[in-house]
């Protein structure tokens, strides 16, 4: 490779991490409208997984993907929905109902045909199986239905897979409250962020 095409490739994948890790940009669930939330996929951002979950917190509406019908995933009633995204390269366009959402599939954090504004999310780590969300989630069967409640305490969910000294050492140089430990998603965004560590903010916001 040439030197001005590797100066060009360097200059693109640091304006791409600048863009992705130290951007001033909170991360939040999307509100939509009569009080519904979609917890993922988020508007406007950038993913790189093929497949995922769409997750909607209120009443369940039509459901389309780039103008194709999809269903809601049978298993799962009450105020949490879910439906299954299977995706290709490209920009995707979710309809809710008749709120639409912009985001798109990228080959990597740079090569994606989204605005450079976007934001490249990373998703929480779920295991496999019909009900990955009982891992951290409070959940309950009603007539075979799959009912998610609110967060688990941490010492049922985060600390099942983060082992506390760990998490203690890590937390070193950072900013705490008291009774940190009791309270996680105050500072992490656990379905996804694109700050590292699934933060709410950017690091820098968080040290000492």
Sequence with gaps: MSFPRLLIGLCIWVTGWCCVWSADFKAEPVQLSNGKIL?????????????????????????????????????FEGDVHVADLRLEI??????IGEEEVRFVLG???????????????????????????????????????????????????????????DIQKQHANTRLEENWMESCSDCHFVHASPHKYLLRQPREQYLK
């Design 39 to 75: 917890v993922a996929p988020h508007a406007d951002s950038v993913v790189l997984v093929s497949r995922l979950w769409l997750i909607l917190r209120g009443e369940k509406e039509d459901l389309t993907l780039n103008g194709q019908p999809l269903k809601w995933n049978k298993r």
């Design 90 to 95: 490209g920009m995707q366009r979710l309809k």
């Design 107 to 165: 080959r990597n954090e740079v090569d994606h045909s989204g605005p450079a504004e976007w934001q490249v999310y990373r998703l929480h780590n779920m295991k496999p199986g019909p009900n990955p969300c009982r891992e951290c989630h409070v959940c309950e069967k009603v007539e075979d239905k799959i009912h998610v409640g609110d967060l688990n305490p941490p010492q049922e969910a985060c600390f099942r897979c983060h082992e506390r000294d």
